[in-house]
């Protein structure tokens, strides 16, 4: 019995160690659309972590990466940096496809939450969508709620786009902001989510809505670590 309680524990610690990491995932980074958000910026940031990760990575500049289906359904997660742009119903459809049937999706600001205007059904994966960011670059505070992802981080101070989003009441909210009256009287005291995590069929998704300038994520500790932490949390287990 002594020894059966310790290969329990074992294995316990060791799931709980290989949840931490993206050791051996294939991982897809794709980034494009509009330069304004430095998507290539993001992906080279992302770049780095995944190598210090050991993760099978590949990056890749525009949604042509979604072309083929078989191709996707290999990886345990993408992470995507697509402000607006645009994307045919073919890449769409595989894409939605893909995390339906398990690959995770994550990331940050427009390069996920503001991807594909006219395509609902994407939107209807991610769980929001970008609508207004009052005053431009603004000073406000992000608040952690209490999640597995958001464990011994701090609330904190940032100047950036607080963004207004419509979201979908079935997302699991981890962040949030609250805005003043500085800009719009009806919006004073609204809480809006920051960051949330969702499922979509077998698939997981993670999203972020800072990051407007990707050094965000350097100035900000805790922001990186909760980035992080949701691409491992969505990435197929």
């Not at 979201?167 to 809006?192: H, K, L, Q, R």
């Amino acid at each position: 019995m002594r020894f059966k309680g310790l290969v329990l524990i074992f294995l316990i610690f060791f799931q709980s160690s290989c949840a931490q990491s993206l050791e051996n995932k294939n991982v897809l980074v794709v980034w494009g659309g509009w330069d304004g958000h430095q998507p290539e910026v993001f992906a080279n940031l992302v770049e780095k972590w995944l190598i210090s990760q050991k993760s099978n990575y590949k990056i890749a500049n525009g949604t042509e990466a979604y072309d083929d289906y078989e191709e996707l359904i290999k990886y345990d997660l993408i992470i995507q940096s697509i402000t607006m742009g645009e994307i045919d119903g073919k890449r769409a459809n595989n894409l939605i496809k893909a995390v339906r049937n398990g690959v995770g999706i994550a990331g940050a600001h427009g390069g996920l939450g503001d991807s594909f205007r006219n395509n609902p059904n994407y939107q209807f994966m991610i769980g929001g969508q970008w609508v207004s960011h009052p005053g431009g670059k603004v000073d406000f505070k992000v608040n952690f709620l209490d999640d597995d992802l958001t464990k011994g981080l701090n609330d904190f101070e940032i100047n950036s786009e607080q963004w207004y989003v419509h979201y979908d009441p079935n997302i699991e909210i981890i962040a949030s902001t609250t805005f003043t009256y500085d800009f719009f009287s009806w919006i004073d005291g609204v809480v809006m989510p920051v960051a949330w995590k969702k499922t979509f069929d077998k698939g997981k998704v993670f999203y972020i809505s800072i990051g407007h300038d990707p050094m965000e994520f350097e100035k900000h500790a805790d922001a990186w670590k909760l980035l992080t932490r949701g691409f491992i949390w969505a990435a197929r287990d």
